[in-house]
């Protein structure tokens, strides 16, 4: 049997360590970057600046885009309807895998995903090859088992600088910003992108709902809380009965869509 490999994208450090390995490695592979139109204008430049250095990635455009179904839809997505990761990247990526014509001599298209063990418990359960119902296709992780000196390394061996948004603090890459943002990311988003706070605080006014609920430590309650009011809580120090941000599962850590799902908390 002969593969043909997609290799999925997100302008993270990952997936670009998981493209630089494959093309080191002289495996035939396409790139794919599933856009929902929701990624930070750096990931933006950064796919550019890494189509210079390694070649074309396709983007993977949904039916529509983020900001186009949440008004449409009329509610953010959320740990009960989670439309963004399989309306968004899921469902794109399959139905641009059914559509894919293998090139003359090879006999399947398997997905390449950049997801590491080490990024947390839940990950270091995952198999480095698996079927996927959702994409119609057997899915191959590779760097499964590599560190974070691994990844930080091949972009060094190949002179490609890792996607500037981790310079800024910001610890993963994907829509910008995920509903799963930690303290960190709010706090860095109103610090550093003061209008991606202003479009967001527009779309809850037209929405009527929220992006981000907040848990009570030691609780199941869930408040919704505007976002002027998650950056105050941003920006308070840990610790007494400030509220946590609600943690979910994401599956668009399984299939290396995204690197959003948080390191410590659960992940599938
Ligand atoms: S990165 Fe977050 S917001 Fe974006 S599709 Fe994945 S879970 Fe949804």
């Given at each position: 049997?002969s593969?043909f ?14 493209a ?6 002289g495996?035939?592979?396409?790139r794919i970057f ?7 204008p ?8 890494l189509?210079e ?30 439309w ?5 990247k ?6 641009w895998?059914?559509?894919f ?6 006999t ?6 950049g ?5 947390s ?17 057997y899915v191959w992780?590779?760097l499964l ?6 990844v930080?390394?091949i ?11 981790y ?33 967001i605080r ?5 929405t009527?709902n ?9 609780s ?9 009011d ?5 920006k ?10 609600v ?20 992940d599938?």
């Amino acid at each position: 049997m002969s593969e043909f490999y997609s290799v999925s994208m997100s302008g993270g450090k990952d997936s670009t360590a998981l493209a630089l390995w494959m093309r080191e490695q002289g495996l035939p592979h396409v790139r794919i970057f599933a856009d929902t139109g929701w990624e930070s204008p750096v990931t933006y430049a950064y796919l550019d600046y890494l189509e210079e250095r390694l070649g074309p990635i396709e983007r993977l455009k949904p039916k529509e885009s983020f900001t186009q179904r949440l008004l449409r839809l009329g509610t953010w997505p959320a740990r009960s309807r989670r439309w963004c990761t399989k309306d968004l990247k899921v469902y794109p990526i399959r139905d641009w895998m059914d559509d894919f014509r293998l090139p003359e001599g090879y006999t399947s298209l398997v997905n390449v995903v950049g997801i590491r063990a080490e990024e947390s418990a839940k990950r270091a359960t995952f198999r480095e090859r698996e079927w996927s119902d959702d994409t119609h296709c057997y899915v191959w992780r590779p760097l499964l088992r590599w560190s974070l000196a691994d990844v930080l390394q091949i972009h060094r061996r190949h002179g490609v600088k890792v996607n500037p948004l981790y310079q800024q603090g910001f610890e993963r890459v994907g829509c910008f910003p995920c509903i799963y943002a930690g303290k960190l990311e709010i706090r860095l988003l109103a610090e550093e992108y003061q209008e991606r706070i202003d479009v967001i605080r527009d779309l809850e006014r037209a929405t009527g709902n929220t992006m981000f609920a907040l848990r009570r430590p030691g609780s199941d309650e869930h408040i919704p809380t505007p976002i002027d009011d998650a950056v105050i809580w941003s920006k308070t120090v840990h610790g007494g009965t400030q509220l946590t941000l609600v943690r979910a599962p994401s599956g668009c850590a399984r299939w290396g869509l995204c690197e959003t799902a948080p390191k410590d908390g659960e992940d599938v």
